[in-house]
């Protein structure tokens, strides 16, 4: 925090966090002419509702769902 302007921070709570779950995002497989890519769910259902297209970065073509 000293690089805010605040010389020493002090923390004002200690939770347990032991238990609890963390919520990963789920992956959707999709396949280009080099490999398989996992997309997040907000950019599959914008592929799928037809509003974006992505490339791949290696082959520079389009992925396609894999299932």
Do not use: K
């Amino acid at each position: 925090m000293a690089f805010l302007g605040v010389p020493q921070a002090e923390r004002c709570h200690n939770f347990d966090l032991q238990g609890i779950q963390v919520h990963r995002q789920a992956r959707w497989g999709y396949a280009c002419g080099c490999g398989s890519h996992q997309l997040s769910t907000t950019r599959h259902n914008r592929v799928q509702q037809g509003r974006q297209s992505y490339l791949c970065r290696r082959c520079r073509q389009p992925l396609r769902y894999s299932g």
